[in-house]
């Protein structure tokens, strides 16, 4: 189980960039990179030549295709934005939210950062699927961070409050990838049964439900409890 929180950069679009995060994390004492679909494929050579001597945390780095996959081992996952986002979530800054993130390790969750693409950031679907955002009070007439500052600025407040006293552990917390495919399961059946009407406001319910799912500090029984229960209500009887 890791004691550090995991770096998650959703589709990285320069190997440079990917580079710099990766020595900004190892300042800091973050060794757990994962890589969702970057752009220009991976291993990329310009990544290791910006990343110094972080080289070990490109080497161990695990690329997926998708967030669920790179969040599958996460109870617990912040979405970085610079813009507030119009989602019930819980929002904090970044010292408070490496505080919260030290608390939940030194209790044995496990906890992900999510980090957006260069260009717009994350997109909704992709905050919709963390617990809670962070955002940095920067300056709103230039709120603009690239990828290295903002996993620095993280890790530093991390680092800043290191772990010191961890208790007991606990580990029956459901995972994001738990959550995940919870999710799937309420929005295929409800999707049967025609409830996402009209079509063009199916996007945002099916993110509505996921911000509802995310926001709920779900234990792996409370998430096989609630499969088990749509498939009850579900099942066909016989007529």
């Excluded at 589709?11 to 060794?31: C, D, H, S, V, Y």
């Excluded at 929005?187 to 049967?192: A, G």
Aim: proline fraction near 8%.
């Amino acid at each position: 189980m890791s004691d550090t929180p995991a770096i998650i950069l959703i589709r990285p679009q320069m190997g440079e960039n990917i580079g710099a995060a990766a020595r900004a994390m190892l300042n800091f004492g973050l060794t757990d990179l994962r890589l969702v679909a970057p752009r220009d494929g991976w291993p990329n050579p310009r990544a290791a030549a910006m990343a110094s001597g972080a080289k070990p945390v490109l080497e161990g780095a695990r690329v997926a295709g998708t967030l669920a996959e790179a969040a599958d081992t996460c109870d617990f996952v912040f979405a970085t934005t610079a813009r507030r986002r119009d989602m019930p979530k819980p929002v904090f800054e970044p010292e408070a939210a490496m505080q919260a993130a030290r608390e939940m390790i030194g209790q044995g969750r496990r906890v992900g950062i999510l980090f957006g693409p260069e260009r717009a950031g994350l997109e909704n679907d992709d905050v919709a699927r963390a617990n809670a955002v962070v955002t940095v009070p920067v300056n709103p007439l230039f709120p603009s961070l690239n990828l290295a500052q903002c996993v620095l600025l993280l890790g530093y407040e991390w680092r800043r409050g290191a772990v010191e006293h961890a208790q007991a552990p606990s580990t029956d917390m459901a995972t994001a990838a738990d959550v995940d495919r919870f999710a799937t399961h309420w929005e295929d059946r409800l999707d049967e049964a025609g409830y996402f009407f009209p079509p063009e406001k199916a996007a945002h319910m099916r993110r509505s439900f996921r911000n509802l799912w995310s926001r709920m500090p779900l234990s792996g029984p409370d998430v096989q409890l609630l499969h088990g229960a749509l498939r009850q209500l579900v099942r066909r009887r016989p007529g």
